[in-house]
């Protein structure tokens, strides 16, 4: 098949989860089929990252989105009642360009990522399929219920309903839809959504694997985008809530938080006692360094990659319903479970204090993780739809 695949931002390199999702679908759709790349960036794109992502696709096509021009564009959407990321992940420009490419490509079958993607493609008379990722509209809920009222509260609010309404459209403009887990795929807004196609998270596992050799420096860690609303949300929560408590038992006790361009408010946290490391080279250090894998999320939805590798490196987890309710681990069992500050502290001291028992849950969690979130598998299941959807079978 020849397959265009349409995001809304470069998938590389590998820092946020979307970025993840479609990288490892691209490498993986590319074993056996010609692949094209349609992206939006509201960043430069470093030309070396374009080469290595020329390894999976025949050509790719990235339009750059100036951050002024994409405010305008998600001012245009409120005026018209329209989802404001909607808007300001497109453009006229963008748009043209897209069509001036699906000309070119003559696609079999064209694999958007996002809601954010739905107006660049929703007039193509070729079949399409569209990935939710996860239910945004969702993720935008839980960030409405967990901001106080006010202007932000309001925002969320007429977002989460924009984002519902796109979700709807969805089912009239698509061919077929994917989503990541089972639970966002019940938030979807529409009584066909029991027809939307599981396709989950992978992990590479001969890239997170468990590192011995590294030597353990920090008791707790947390990983993860430190831009992204949860990720600044869980790190606020570790370090405020949690960390008291733990130091109550354990007052040298370190947590690292971990991640690409932390935000003011997570850089504030850092002391003595929490780090925050900013952008690092290689992930993986900072996982294998840590003693106790945590990531007691309150908002956000989806599948956590950073807890699938997190346990594919054999670091044993806390974590929170929430999260645990995409991922479908047994508690007690692949990893401990809790989200008030008290028992995600207990959980923690827990394994400090008896590192036999966090052996054992790490142990069961990477079994797990091996059985059930393999990229391969869950690609051959992305082809699979791709090719019904095209009628055209290899």
């Known amino acids: 098949m020849r397959i265009l695949v349409v995001l809304p ?25 010609e692949v094209y790349l349609f992206c939006l960036s509201h960043q430069p794109v470093d030309p070396q990252h374009i080469e290595h992502l020329k390894q ?13 021009s994409s405010y305008y564009h998600a001012f245009c959407n409120l005026l ?28 079999d079958v064209i694999y958007s990522q996002m809601v954010r993607t739905m107006t660049l493609v929703a007039h193509s008379s070729r079949p399409k399929v569209m990935d939710f990722q996860d239910a945004l509209s969702l993720n935008m809920q839980r960030r409405m219920e967990h901001t106080r009222k006010g202007l932000r509260h309001a925002a969320f609010h007429y977002e989460f309903k924009m984002l519902r309404s796109a979700e709807y459209d969805s089912f009239s403009i698509f061919d077929a839809l994917t989503i990541i887990s089972e639970p966002d795929s019940m938030a979807i807004p529409h009584r066909m959504n029991h027809e939307i196609n599981i396709v989950p998270n992978g992990v590479y596992f001969d890239y997170f694997h468990p590192m011995p050799e590294v030597e353990k420096r920090y008791d707790v860690v947390f990983c993860g985008n430190m831009q992204y609303p949860p990720n600044v949300d869980t790190s606020i929560f570790l370090a405020t809530q949690v960390m008291p408590l733990v130091w109550r038992e354990i007052p040298n006790a370190k947590l690292l938080l971990a991640g690409a361009t932390p935000s003011a408010t997570v850089r504030k946290l850092a002391n003595e006692r929490v780090i925050v490391s ?38 044993p987890c ?10 479908g681990a047994t508690p007690d069992q692949h990893l401990l479970i809790a989200d008030h500050p008290q028992d995600v502290a207990n959980h ?16 069961e969690a990477h079994t797990f993780v091996h059985q059930h979130f393999s990229w391969q598998s869950y690609s051959k299941q992305l082809e699979a739809i791709l090719e019904q959807v095209s009628g055209k079978k290899i």
């Open 56 to 68: 999976f696709c025949a050509d790719i096509e990235v339009v750059h989105l100036h951050k002024l």
């Open 348 to 363: 923690i001291l827990d394994l400090l204090h008896n590192p036999q028992r966090g052996e054992s849950l790490a142990q």
């Open 278 to 315: 900013g952008t690092v080279d290689d992930i993986r250090q900072c996982y294998a360094a840590g003693r106790v894998f945590a990531a007691p999320m309150r908002i956000g939805s989806g599948l956590q990659n950073k807890l699938l590798e997190a346990m594919s490196m054999q670091i």
């Open 80 to 107: 018209k009642v329209r989802s404001l990321q909607i808007g300001f992940w497109t453009s006229p420009e963008a748009r043209r360009r897209y069509q001036s490419f699906e000309r070119k490509v003559d696609p």
């Open 9 to 33: 931002r470069f998938p590389y390199p590998l820092e946020k989860g979307d970025k993840l999702r479609a990288y490892h679908q691209l490498r993986c759709l590319s074993d056996s089929h």
């Open 318 to 327: 806390v974590t929170s319903p929430l999260v645990n309710k995409a991922l």
